[in-house]
Structures are given as C-alpha cells and as structure tokens.
Nanobody, 124 residues
Framework: QVQLVESGGGLVQAGGSLRLSCAAS????????MGWFRQAPGKEREFVAA????????YSADFVKGRFTISRDNAKNTVYLQMNSLKPEDTAVYYC?????????????????WGQGTQVTVSS
C-alpha cells in the first residue's frame, strides 16, 4: 500500500514563497508520474502540476506557469512543489498524487494514490 504524506504548507503573505514536499512510502514510485492538485473552499479539486517518472518532463496549469515548479528526487521517493510569488487566490489544500502511468497528465482519474493534503494560506 502506497502512502503519500505532504508537508511544507502554512501561512504566507502575498508575494512570498513556500516549498511543499510529498514523501512516498510503501513502495518506490520511480516509474510513476506524480502530480499536485489543489482544492479551495467551495471549489472543485484542480490540477496544478505534474512531473514524469524520471523528472524529464513537467506540465503545469496556466495559472501557475512562471511561479510554481514541480520536481522530484527518486532517490528519496519525494516530490516537491516550489511556489513563488504566491497570491491570495492560491489559498487551498494542496494534494500530492501518484499516477498509474509514467507520463505527465492533468486528468484526475489517472491518479490512483492521494495524500491527505496540506493547507496553504496566502494573506493579502
């Protein structure tokens, strides 16, 4: 059974930065794409960014391009989301997820393992 545990969330002022981490346990995920999603109060969960199995390819939602960077360290079985220039509208619970396949995808149903989420709050 795969477990994903997110960390690094918190309260930050607009314009600030946070780095989220997602540590996987149970088995290695170095053949699976990994992704980050987020869900704000009253809204549906939305795709943020994904990274391919070897880190060679990434894909991000338009609203985070140029601000957020996804990366992975397969030796540590960990995925990261570096978030810069944060805005109040980035406030949400951020979820890490492992995809069934090796390539980046924004399709929610392509991910079969999910973490519990970490809260990110950006104040204005």
């Amino acid at each position: 059974q795969v477990q994903l545990v997110e960390s690094g969330g918190g309260l930050v002022q607009a314009g600030g930065s946070l780095r989220l981490s997602c540590a996987a346990s149970g088995r290695t995920l170095n053949t699976n794409a990994m992704g980050w999603f987020r869900q704000a109060p009253g809204k549906e969960r939305e795709f943020v960014a994904a990274v391919s199995w070897n880190g060679g390819s990434t894909y991000s939602a338009d609203f985070v391009k140029g601000r957020f960077t996804i990366s992975r360290d397969n030796a540590k079985n960990t995925v990261y989301l570096q978030m810069n220039s944060l805005k109040p509208e980035d406030t949400a619970v951020y979820y890490c997820a492992a995809a069934r396949g090796p390539y980046t995808t924004e399709w929610h149903d392509a991910y079969n393992y999910w973490g519990q989420g970490t809260q990110v709050t950006v104040s204005s």
